[in-house]
């Protein structure tokens, strides 16, 4: 038996390992598929992260008077100049969803902002304009639709420690939900709601006529 396999060519003997392996592969799922052996072939998962460290802690004096859900399609495309797409160049098509704040600082406020009148029924309040927050992406709402990549990228992605960084589009993304942000009435929902929000908590106190005012 020995003599035999030394006398095979070096092709025989690669297509005889190749043929162990699939039987080996197709006799593991066979026995996966078995009641009580799938426990076999299981893939657990385990969380082996640190513990979550307290860098800083902020104190927060803006009021959050209204959000924003947003959703944009972003088609990213790198190319190289006289190098075809086939050979060097990716395109991404990614779905990002996200969400703006829009916010009243209410720690700008000055003594001179807040004007009562002596028999504390009437108050007068200015504040600054309401402002937006960053574009915070929902990640499982955002999704890659299509990646296509050159010969010379998937040969990068192997040696890359992120192979497919999707970084570049989530920032895009972000850019994008930002500038929508500002081109719809979030600031002026954001207001309003604040100005609502003051009027019924002074109200509560006891104040009859409340005015509120923004700008500087």
């Known amino acids: 038996m020995t003599t035999s396999l030394k006398r095979l060519p070096g092709w025989a003997k690669v297509l005889s390992a190749v043929v ?15 009641p009580g052996l799938r426990d076999v072939f299981r893939e657990d998962t385990y969380d082996r992260s640190g513990p979550t460290l307290l860098k800083s802690i902020q104190d927060i004096s803006r009021y959050d008077a209204a959000s924003g859900n947003f959703q944009v399609v972003v088609d990213l495309e790198k190319d190289t100049q006289y190098l075809p797409d086939a050979v060097r160049g990716t ?19 000055g003594e001179k902002d807040v004007t009562v ?3 504390r029924t009437s108050a007068t309040l200015r504040l600054p304009h309401a402002a937006l927050g960053k574009p915070a992406l929902d990640p499982d709402q955002s999704y890659a639709v299509s990646k296509q990549r050159g010969l010379l990228d998937r040969l990068g992605d192997i040696f890359s420690d992120n192979p497919n960084d999707e970084r570049a589009v989530q920032r895009l993304a972000a850019r994008h939900i930002g500038d929508a942000a500002k081109d719809s009435q979030l600031t002026a929902r954001a207001e309003e709601n604040t100005t609502s929000m003051l009027k019924g908590l002074l109200g509560s106190l ?8 923004y700008g500087t």
């Open 206 to 213: 006891g104040f009859k006529n409340v005015q509120v005012t």
């Open 91 to 109: 395109r991404t098509l990614y779905v990002g969803a996200g969400t703006v704040d829009a916010y009243v600082d209410l720690g700008k406020i």
């Open 117 to 119: 009148n002596d028999d």
């Open 20 to 34: 162990l392996v699939l039987v080996v592969l197709l006799a593991g799922l066979r026995l996966s598929l078995l």
